[in-house]
């Protein structure tokens, strides 16, 4: 089985853009993935505006699938998007 880390993401000064909440995303995610048969490792959830470079928490994460600990991403989008790496 293909494992996924699921991140959610919320900016922080474009509350307006981005409907859902990061719970809801979360909430989301995992009927998604209860309905697909995926693995979900764990949630990984920044809140960060989009002024600011860097996201440190999904470089984080991109590490960690580069290391083998996982195969690819679970996001929230309005269609929910799977990347595989």
Known sequence: MIKYIGYCRKSTDEKD???????AQI?????????QNLEIL???????????????LFNKM???????EAD???SWHPFVSIVSC
């Open 72 to 74: 690819g991403i679970l």
């Open 62 to 68: 991109l590490d960690r699938i580069e290391k083998g």
């Open 27 to 35: 909430a989301e995610l995992k009927e998604f993935a209860k309905n």
């Open 17 to 23: 853009k981005q409907i859902l909440s990061i719970d």
């Open 42 to 56: 764990e949630f990984v959830c920044e809140s960060r505006t989009a002024k600011t470079t860097g996201r440190p």
